[in-house]
């Protein structure tokens, strides 16, 4: 172990001066989070791993070992004939598992052995997420934050993405979350990740803000699905001026029918969603929707929904904060030119404020 360097920080800038990150834990557990930027090599995978903790458990720790070094090998020696094969003698990856076991001191001897000037995360993952942790809920964060904030179906989403190919900073917490912030759940295709990537990817989102600069986000609940925005950042999304969007209850319901477009093909989803409303219909209504439903009147259906629980919920929050916005972007329609005027409209009045 001599010939290599042990590394005992995980945070940014100690992590990109590497130019390559090896994560050698199983593809399950990369999956649910890792460094930003690393590869996964895993030394065992998700099967082998299972089978040799259970060995150890029911029969006995040098089986276990003795098998788990096996698979080890063989794991190795694969990545060296595959992902490794052509790295070149400056290659100088930084190595990290679960805890700075043996199974990254396993891939680490081997690389080193190679001739590879290899590093190793003392502590492995869990020094990594200390450092996610206390840089997301110990400190605190200067931001300059504006919301983007609008009823249901006013294109906030798309004004958002606007912003950002304009050169404005912005923070998707949506997309970093997958998920639409409402009811209606997840993205197409995407599932919500859990709240250790959430994080990760949040941080390494806002370690790329200027603070000097304006960040617009949208106005969010301090949950986005199943997921928490740190306590933190949420102070500062609730202190923050606000852009108001408005468009008119029929011209938001057809942009919704148009953005939501997977969701309209889904009525088994569309029926989930009606069953856990939090101001339940009564029969009568629930009867009238699912009439709309079965006749393709999806826009009437998504201006009832509106009508019920978004737009009052909206209210409630607006009314809670009691703040006048600095602004407020009246929109007639909710077109691509339309959202893309608005976006510059926002810019304009966001850039001024350059701290």
């Not at 100690?14 to 994560?23: K, N, P, Q, R, S």
């Not at 099967?47 to 060995?55: C, D, F, L, P, Q």
């Not at 080193?112 to 000037?117: A, E, K």
């Amino acid at each position: 172990m001599s010939r290599i360097q042990p590394i005992t920080s995980a945070d940014s800038a100690t992590l990109a001066a590497f130019g390559a990150i090896i994560d050698v834990r199983s593809p399950g557990e990369f999956a649910l989070d890792h460094v930003p930027g690393a590869i996964n090599l895993p030394v065992l995978t998700d099967a082998e791993r299972a089978e040799v903790g259970t060995i150890y458990v029911q029969e006995s720790r040098l089986k276990a070992n003795r098998i788990g070094a096996a698979y080890v090998a063989r794991n190795i020696a694969r990545h060296l004939e595959t992902a490794l094969a052509d790295q070149p003698q400056t290659f100088a990856p930084l190595v990290y598992c679960w805890r700075g076991g043996s199974r990254s001191e396993s891939m680490a001897t081997i690389l080193s052995r190679v001739g590879w000037r290899t590093s190793l995360l003392v502590g492995g993952y869990k020094t990594y997420r200390r450092q996610v942790q206390h840089r997301l809920y110990d400190e605190t964060w200067p931001l300059n934050l504006v919301l983007l904030d609008g009823d249901t179906g006013t294109g906030k989403t798309q004004i958002l993405t606007g912003l950002a190919e304009r050169g404005l900073q912005t923070l998707d917490l949506e997309g970093m979350a997958g998920h639409r912030g409402s009811l209606f759940g997840g993205l197409p295709g995407q599932p919500q990740p859990n709240q250790k990537g959430f994080e990760s990817e949040l941080l390494r989102a806002m370690e790329a803000l200027d603070p000097s600069r304006p960040t617009v986000v949208e106005a969010e609940s301090s949950r986005i699905g199943d997921l928490m925005v740190p306590p933190a950042l949420w102070a500062r999304m609730a202190a923050a001026p606000r852009i108001e969007v408005t468009a008119p209850r029929e011209e938001r319901a057809r942009y919704l029918v148009t953005a939501y477009a997977d969701i309209v093909a889904d009525h088994d989803l569309i029926e989930a969603v009606l069953g856990r409303l939090p101001v339940h219909p009564s029969q009568k209504r629930l009867e009238g929707w699912r009439r709309l439903l079965a006749d393709g009147d999806y826009a009437a259906l998504a201006e009832a929904l509106m009508e019920l629980h978004y737009d009052p919920a909206y209210r409630r929050g607006r009314r809670k904060d009691g703040r006048e916005p600095m602004a407020v972007i009246a929109l007639e329609t909710l077109d691509d030119a339309a959202l893309a005027e608005a976006a510059g409209r926002i810019v304009q009045l966001v850039e001024p404020m350059n701290q």
